[in-house]
């Protein structure tokens, strides 16, 4: 069949009457413009039988080589500009008809072809990325979920560590991030109270160290100890040391400030709390309920007690209370420990600073307030003058005869009497007077608020009063003793502007009240005034007389009290002052005294006592003892012996060409150094004068005791024997005990020939006195009763002196 050619169907005619051809009308037979689709026909050979108008280009063309024996097969092929997918189908004839079949091509625009498949793959991605994005928005649930917990706990450890102590992970549920969560909140819980812990530590030691404030110490520990230790209330009890204590509790909670309760507990109402225990576990019933209840609010089931102590002393306890019994009680119990130490420390540094004030204000011998304080309180109550127009009164008092008990009875009576004249002032003063102690014998009544114009009436009265309750007697172990005492009194605005003047007022008007009869008082006048000038004056100039060596030693004769012979001679101390002229002792040793200079004026007059016997040897002159006045001061604080010893030795002098002269107040005191001082200087040789006797404190008796050589009667005793047969009496007494104690006795101040006659008769040994001879020069002396005999003042013969060297006076 020729191309293009319509297929033939040749048959049979009927019985054989030939055969029919038919052939197909191929563009009739093939055109089917209902069919949906566009198609061509080809015959075996592939050649176009026919074709759907579309697709006519392919007019005349051949089917593809590819395509050709295949069936339904789809393949593109490109018409024109439309791509096409196309489907092939063989078609084979019914074997009648004489043909090989057909191909029929149908071709779709791919476009067409595909468009449901685009449109699937649309949707498909569409799909695809709405299943990622639900994939992924589950997955980051998930993880979600997951990091969450984590983050937060990431979270509160980087807060935690930057020192936010408040970071918690707060995780609920059940899972093992919870739990997790749960034990981080847990240890954030303690490192914060730890650190709390440390805070309070180091804030307590600042109070501590900063402040002797226990309530301070006491607020910042009720302030913060919730913080740092957990407990559900805090109680502090702090006793004093009569065993009082005080209740501090918190005031509502957290309002951190510390309430003082009023209740008050004694020691003895609590258990006993051994210094070794560090902690005590307590049912609430074990403690007076009384105090729980003003110590906490809510019921408590459990308490955890410290207790504190002070040098063996319960000082305080702090109290920890619980609802329900703690859990991690070791750690309370480190830390409420490390906390009950802070009070032990805080007390034991109080005391030591009340201890240290007190040493620096109070007199540690009668506790009363130093000159310190004593400035303090005087500079108040002047300020304190100046606002309300008032007076304030400075009483200076000075025991009158206090160096003689000392000497005679011994330090620890001194120190005795002192304490109870302080008694005594503060017994009569009122609450708001001071009465101090200046050192010594000296005390100082400070009385402010005195209305101005009855300032001088209320302290008349008030140092008459004074004056009577100081000379009645004290007792003194077995003794009595009256000892007296001098007031002086300076006021303020009237006669002084500050502190120190109006001391020094006071201190003046006292000199003036003792020098017009000890026992009184004086009000500061302004030529008291002028008498402390002088005062100051002759100490200025006496610093300079040491200087220019203006003190010297004059020399007066002893006689035998038959012969009338020398028997020996008084060292006494003079000051030749160019500006004073000859200025006597009584004026002035009392200064050296107070400037600190007795001990150098001692040894002073040791050596030039010495150098001059030394001197009168070396001129040829009979030896003979000189005595040499000795204060008590020299026996406490210098090794006399040595000293003696060593002048001795200097001046090559026998040692009983030496007195010493001591008041008998010392020779008869208790105190063990001057005892043993003078049985050593006895034994070497040196001999012992008793000074002024009569006038000291010792009984006769009490002389018994005393080693001692010689017995100087005192001048008041030779000046009123002529008069008065008491004193006769006394004296005849006092010369038949020397005689038992086999003491020598020498009379001083014999001034008439009545004196002179009578005392060789009564047993005296010696004179001394104007009669006999005034103290004098030494050139003098040795001329006047070494070189050329007795002068004509004394109706004495001339003597020499009975010593053991049996020297005779030329
Ligand atoms: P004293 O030891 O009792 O010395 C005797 C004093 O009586 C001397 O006074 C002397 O001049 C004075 N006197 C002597 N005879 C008579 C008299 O007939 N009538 C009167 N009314 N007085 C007479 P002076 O020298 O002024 O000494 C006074 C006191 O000073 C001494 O009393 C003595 O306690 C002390 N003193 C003197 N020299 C020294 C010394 O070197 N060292 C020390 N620490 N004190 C001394
Ligand atoms: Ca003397
Ligand atoms: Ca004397």
């Keep these: 069949m020729p191309a293009g050619s319509a297929p033939e169907l040749l048959s049979m005619l009927p019985d054989g009457q030939g055969v029919r051809v038919a052939r197909l009308a191929a563009d009739d037979f093939w055109n089917n413009d209902s069919a949906p689709e566009r198609f061509c026909v080809f015959n075996a050979e592939r050649e176009l039988l ?20 295949q069936n339904t097969i789809i393949s593109e092929w490109r018409i024109g500009e439309v791509d096409y997918l196309l489907g092939f189908w063989r078609a084979r004839c019914l074997p009648t008809l004489n043909s090989p079949g057909f191909i029929v091509m149908v071709a779709t625009p791919k476009a067409e072809a595909l468009q449901d498949l685009s449109r699937y793959r649309e949707a498909f991605v569409a799909a695809v990325l709405l299943a990622c994005a639900l994939a992924a928005g589950l997955a980051i649930g998930q993880i979600r979920r997951q990091m969450q917990p984590l983050e937060r706990l990431q979270d509160s450890t980087r807060r935690l560590s930057a020192g ?31 650190f709390h812990m440390l805070g309070l530590l180091s804030e307590l030691d600042r109070v501590i160290l900063g402040s002797s404030e226990r309530l301070a110490l006491i607020s910042t520990l009720l302030r913060d ?55 005590r576990v307590m049912p609430p019933g074990t403690l007076p309920q009384a105090m729980l209840d003003a110590l906490f609010r809510r019921p408590v089931a459990q308490l955890l007690v410290f207790p504190a102590h002070l040098k063996s002393r319960l000082d305080s306890l ?18 409420g420990r490390s906390l009950a130490d802070r009070l032990s420390i805080a007390a034991a540094n109080i005391a030591r600073e009340q201890m240290l004030y007190d040493q620096a204000h109070f007199d540690a011998l009668t506790q009363l307030p130093n000159r310190l304080l004593l400035r303090d309180r005087t500079e108040q109550a002047i300020v304190h003058a100046d606002r309300t127009e008032t007076s304030v009164a400075l009483l200076f008092i000075d025991l009158d005869g206090f160096k003689q008990v000392n000497d005679s009875l011994g330090h620890t009576q001194g120190d005795i009497l002192l304490v109870e004249y302080g008694a005594r002032l503060r017994q009569r003063m009122r ?12 005390f100082v009544v ?33 003794q009595h003793l009256v000892s007296p005492a001098s007031i002086g009194i300076a006021l303020y605005p009237d006669n002084a502007s500050s502190h120190e003047e109006l001391l020094k007022m006071a201190d003046a008007a006292m000199y003036e009240s003792k020098r017009r009869a000890p026992g009184g008082y004086c009000f500061f006048t302004s030529n008291i005034s002028e008498l402390t000038r002088d005062r100051f004056e002759l100490t200025q100039d006496l610093r300079d007389a040491i200087q220019r060596r203006e003190l010297l030693l004059h020399y007066q004769p002893k006689v035998d009290a038959r012969s009338g012979r020398l028997a020996g001679a008084e060292a006494l101390l003079r000051w030749q002052s160019p500006k004073r002229g000859l200025v006597s002792p009584g004026v002035f040793v009392h200064l050296l005294d107070e400037m600190g200079l007795s001990i150098w004026l001692g040894e002073w007059v040791l050596d030039q006592a010495c150098a001059q016997m030394h001197a009168w040897d070396q001129q040829g002159y009979p030896p003979f003892p000189v005595s040499i006045n000795f204060s008590p001061l020299q026996f406490e604080r210098t090794p006399v012996l040595a000293r003696v010893q060593a002048a001795l030795d200097q001046y090559r002098l026998q040692p009983d060409r030496l007195e010493l002269e001591i008041l008998e107040s010392m020779a008869a005191s208790e105190s063990p150094t001057v005892r043993e001082n003078l049985v050593r200087l006895r034994a070497l040789g040196v001999r012992i004068a008793l000074d002024d006797f009569g006038t000291g404190f010792s009984s006769l008796v009490h002389l018994t005791q005393v080693p001692a050589d010689i017995l100087k009667l005192d001048r008041v005793f030779t000046r009123s024997l002529c008069t008065e047969t008491r004193q006769r009496e006394i004296v005849e007494l006092i010369i038949s005990m020397a005689k038992v104690m086999h003491l020598t006795v020498v009379a001083e101040g014999v001034e008439n020939e009545d004196q002179r006659e009578l005392l060789p008769r009564m047993g005296c040994d ?10 004098i020069a030494p050139d003098e002396f040795a001329a006047r009763w070494l070189a050329a005999g007795p002068s004509e003042e004394t109706s004495a013969a001339w003597t020499g002196w009975q010593g053991p060297s049996d020297a005779r006076m030329r």
């Design 431 to 442: 609450q708001g007077d001071t009465v101090a102690r200046m050192g010594g014998d000296e």
């Design 766 to 775: 010696l004179l001394q006195g104007y009669l006999v001879g005034r103290p």
């Design 164 to 194: 936010d102590l408040q970071a918690r992970a707060n995780i609920s549920g059940k899972d093992e991030f919870a739990q997790l969560g749960r034990a981080f909140d847990q240890m954030a819980e303690r490192l914060a109270q730890r």
């Design 50 to 69: 026919h074709c759907s108008p579309d697709l006519s280009m392919i007019d005349g063309g051949v089917l593809p080589e590819t395509q050709r024996g």
């Design 225 to 279: 100890i919730h913080r740092a230790v957990p407990c559900d209330g805090v109680g502090l009890v702090v006793f004093n040391a009569d065993g009082e204590g005080k209740l501090f509790s918190e005031l509502a909670e957290g309002k951190g400030e510390a309430l003082c309760g009023e209740t008050v507990v004694r020691v003895s109402d609590l258990p006993e709390f051994p210094e070794s225990e560090g902690v």
């Design 318 to 335: 702090l109290l920890l209370a619980y609802a329900t019994p703690p859990q991690n009680l070791d750690e309370i119990a480190q830390s």
């Design 446 to 478: 400070l009385i402010p608020d005195l209305a101005r114009d009855t300032a001088y009436a209320t302290v008349d009265r008030i140092a008459r009063a004074l004056n009577e309750a100081l000379a009645e007697p004290f007792q003194l172990g077995e």
